[in-house]
C-alpha cells in the first residue's frame, strides 16, 4: 500500500509563488508516475503536471505551461510543483496523484489548498 501526503498550499496574491511537495511512503518503484491535479469548487479535477518514465519525462496542462514547473525523485516517493506567477484562476485543492502504470493502480493524497487572492 502506498500512501500520499501533500503539503505547502496557502494563501498568496496574484503574481505570487506557492511549492508544494508532496512525499509517497510504501513500496514506490521507479516505473510509476507522479502527478498533481487540481479541483476548484463546481469544477472537475484537472490534471495540472506529470512527471513519467522514471521521472525523465513531464508533461503539462496548457494553463500552466511556463509557470508552473514540476520535479521530483520518483524512486523516492518526492514531487514537488513549483508554481509562479499565480492567477486568481489557480485556486484550488491541489492533490497529488502515485500511478502504478502496471497495475492501473492510483495512490491519492487528501490534497492541500491554494487560494490566490489579493
Known amino acids: 500500500q502506498v500512501q500520499v501526503v501533500e503539503s505547502g498550499g496557502g494563501l498568496v496574491q496574484p503574481g505570487g509563488s506557492l511549492r508544494l511537495s508532496c512525499a509517497a511512503s510504501g513500496e514506490i518503484f521507479r516505473r510509476y508516475d507522479m502527478a498533481w491535479y487540481r479541483q476548484a469548487p463546481g469544477k472537475q479535477r484537472e490534471l495540472v503536471a506529470e512527471?513519467?518514465?522514471?521521472?525523465?519525462?513531464?508533461k503539462y496542462v496548457d494553463t500552466v505551461k511556463g509557470r508552473f514547473t514540476i520535479s521530483g525523485d520518483i524512486a523516492g516517493g518526492t514531487v514537488y510543483l513549483q508554481m509562479n506567477s499565480l492567477k486568481t484562476e489557480d485556486a484550488a485543492i491541489y492533490y497529488c496523484?502515485?500511478?502504478?502504470?502496471?497495475?492501473?493502480?492510483?495512490?491519492w493524497g487528501q490534497g492541500t489548498q491554494v487560494t490566490v487572492s489579493t
Open positions: 496523484l502515485v500511478r502504478d502504470p502496471w497495475y492501473n493502480r492510483d495512490y
Open positions: 512527471l513519467t518514465n522514471g521521472g525523465l519525462a513531464t
